[in-house]
């Protein structure tokens, strides 16, 4: 979608739905719903879609991506690769339910493309937003 030079078969990166994921990881949840609400109007805003599924899966999904830190450690670069496909699997799940297309062996074959592609790229995205994010105690992550 982003990037179509770099496609591999049917499978592209995800730049937006990468960072939310990694972005989801380190911040509390509530920051995470406000971040997958601007990744979702962005989506939507650049692709001429449906807004409204498009914020809501964002949200839901970035939601409770951001609560995976009760269950691995965020601050092992190894959660970066669960986030990584969690969230979007849980991001197009919700938008395929909004908004269901006809197409869905192709729309799921290039989203389990898309979700091994940007878990390749996870490790870098993960190193790169926790170095810009402010670090942040854990009682800060579930304060908010």
């Known amino acids: ?3 179509p030079r770099l496609q591999i078969g ?3 990166p995800d730049f937006p739905l990468l960072v939310l994921a990694c972005l989801a990881l380190l911040t509390n949840p509530n920051t995470a719903a406000w971040a997958g609400f601007l990744t979702g109007l962005l989506h939507a805003s650049m692709l001429e879609q449906t807004v ?3 914020i809501v ?4 999904a970035a939601t409770l991506t951001a609560y ?3 269950v691995v450690s965020n601050r092992h670069w190894l959660s970066a690769l669960l986030a990584a496909a969690v969230l979007p699997l849980l991001s197009h799940t919700f938008y395929y339910l909004a908004a269901p297309n006809f197409g869905s062996s192709t729309y799921w074959q290039a ?3 898309s979700i ?4 390749v ?5 993960y190193w790169l937003v926790r170095r810009i994010m402010p670090p942040a105690s854990e009682d800060d992550l579930w304060n908010n």
């Open 111 to 113: 989203v389990l493309g």
């Open 1 to 3: 979608m982003w990037a």
């Open 10 to 12: 049917v499978a592209l």
């Open 121 to 125: 790229l996870a490790i870098p995205a």
């Open 116 to 119: 091994v592609y940007n878990m």
């Open 57 to 60: 899966s964002r949200v839901l």
């Open 52 to 54: 409204g599924s498009f």
């Open 68 to 70: 995976l830190p009760l």
